[in-house]
Nanobody, 114 residues
Framework: QVQLVESGGGLVQAGGSLRLSCATS????????MGWFRQAPGKQRELVAI???????NYADSVKGRFTISRTNAKNTVYLQMNSLKPEDTAVYYC????????WGQGTQVTVSS
């Protein structure tokens, strides 16, 4: 079995924080990048943040300075610390991992109320 297991989503007030986590469950080897995408109602899925096995990161402009992605390679686990949350951050957040294939989590709902 190969899968990604997400946790940490929920309902939070504007200005609050959440920490998402995602770990591999099963046999995924030689992972290169891990990261997070999100999809809001009526919108295309978009990149939020990505981190390579070497620690290089990339962020969407809309979250830069507020979100921080990190990774524990030994556990193939990726985290997304989300601070200063805004209502426009409301979306389903999907974990992502890549080797020669792409893997996706089921998604976790993040709702930010005003």
């Amino acid at each position: 079995q190969v899968q990604l297991v997400e946790s940490g989503g929920g309902l939070v007030q504007a200005g609050g924080s959440l920490r998402l986590s995602c770990a591999t469950s099963g046999s995924i080897f030689n992972i290169n990048s891990m990261g997070w995408f999100r999809q809001a109602p009526g919108k295309q899925r978009e990149l939020v943040a990505i981190i390579t096995s070497g620690g290089s990161t990339n962020y969407a402009d809309s979250v830069k300075g507020r979100f921080t992605i990190s990774r524990t390679n030994a556990k193939n686990t990726v985290y997304l610390q989300m601070n200063s949350l805004k209502p426009e951050d409301t979306a389903v957040y999907y974990c992502y991992a890549n080797n020669m294939y792409d893997y996706w989590g089921q998604g976790t709902q993040v709702t930010v109320s005003s």
